[in-house]
């Protein structure tokens, strides 16, 4: 069955840097635009980034740009978010997910920055 299982989260200090990773089964990963999705706490869902099926073409929100790197690996199915420079208010559950039709998304994954 389809699965996107995210890891790397954790506690880090402001100014830290942590990289997630989430390896996708289930579906031909190469084929699909993927993308990482936030939720701090209380609020809503914030989209974070996108990357195009070859790798070459990428986005990021405002607040992010400069900081955040997204990547990905299709021999090894497998996105990633290098997230350097990190803000208390990066701290948030961070889901991969599909672009567009069908949706596939993670479990998610806990990123708090905190001192």
């Known amino acids: 069955q389809v699965q996107l299982v995210e890891s790397g989260g954790g506690l880090v200090q402001p100014g830290g840097s942590l990289r997630l990773s989430c390896a996708a089964s289930?579906?031909?990963?190469?084929?699909?635009?993927m993308q990482w999705v936030r939720q701090a706490p209380g609020k809503g869902l914030e989209w974070v980034s996108v990357?195009?099926?070859?790798?070459?073409?990428?986005a990021y929100t405002d607040s992010v740009k400069g900081r955040f790197t997204i990547s990905r690996d299709n021999a090894k199915n497998t996105l990633f978010l290098q997230m350097n420079s990190l803000k208390s208010e990066d701290t948030a559950v961070y889901y991969c997910?599909?672009?567009?039709?069908?949706?596939?998304w993670g479990q998610g994954t806990q990123v708090t920055a905190s001192s």
């Open positions: 289930g579906f031909t990963f190469s084929n699909y635009w």
């Open positions: 997910a599909t672009v567009g039709y069908p949706d596939y």
């Open positions: 990357i195009n099926p070859g790798g070459g073409n990428t």
